[in-house]
């Protein structure tokens, strides 16, 4: 079965800095993969996700992703972090592609410092 | 376009007790899929329908259950509510074909006392 792992539970970034999140997957086999961003008292919103179209994904909100079959990652960045930015993110893979039953991580809070 | 609708958004509910939930998912969208967050466990997958059919399913007892209508919406049932059952309780939608990502709704906050 798939899994994911996301190092570090909680990130903290001064405004303006660089923003990496860390996931690894355990498939040998490029799964379908997910990061989506959850707001306190929200559902989850999609960021970006890799489909095997392209190594690097562009998402929303100045994200993206880059997916490295030889390190089995997907790790997310952003060039500059905003005060917005702040919440915390989970990656995901597709247990099955054309499935929907997602095994996610443990997900990351990410403190931006003014 | 609407997005993903729970119902309801709070709910508090007594030990033993049964709850359902609903979800409407976005118009088009054929494949549901419902999710349960807790701090403890964080997300774990539930189980999908797509076509009024469930597709998969997630390691969950019995007491937890789900259908699907045939304009797409579903319903999540949990009987005899126990105190662990308290979760953020998330539905997802998506048009069910390969390649498609989900879109969550915020959920419904179930609390067992």
């Known amino acids: 079965a798939q899994s994911v792992t996301q190092l570090g539970s909680h990130v903290s970034v001064s405004e303006g800095a660089l923003v990496l999140l860390r996931c690894n997957y355990s498939s040998s086999v490029p799964p379908y993969l997910f990061w989506y961003v959850q707001y306190p008292n929200q559902g989850l919103q999609l960021l970006l996700k890799y489909t095997s179209a392209a190594t690097l994904v562009k998402g929303i909100n100045g994200f993206e992703a880059e997916f490295k079959k030889s390190e089995t990652s997907f790790h997310l960045t952003k060039p500059s972090a905003h005060m917005s930015d702040a919440a915390e993110y989970f990656c995901?893979?597709?247990?099955?592609?054309?499935?929907?039953?997602?095994?996610f991580g443990t997900g990351t809070r990410l403190k931006v410092l003014a | 376009k609407a997005g993903v609708t729970q119902t309801p958004r709070y709910l508090i509910k007594t030990r033993g007790q049964q709850v359902t939930l609903s979800c409407s998912p976005i118009?088009?969208?054929?494949?549901v899929s419902w999710y349960q967050q807790t701090p403890g466990q964080g997300l774990q997958f539930l189980f999908e329908?797509?076509?009024?059919?469930?597709?998969n399913k997630g390691n969950f007892p019995g007491r937890f259950s789900g259908r699907q209508f045939s304009n797409s919406r579903s319903e999540m049932n949990v009987s005899t509510l126990e105190l662990g059952d308290s979760a953020l309780y998330l539905c997802a939608s998506s048009f069910g074909t390969e390649n498609t990502e989900a879109f969550f709704g915020q959920g419904t906050r179930l609390t067992v006392v």
């Open positions: 118009s088009g969208h054929r494949s």
């Open positions: 329908y797509f076509s009024e059919t469930q597709r």
């Open positions: 995901a893979v597709s247990d099955e592609a054309g499935t929907y039953k997602y095994i």
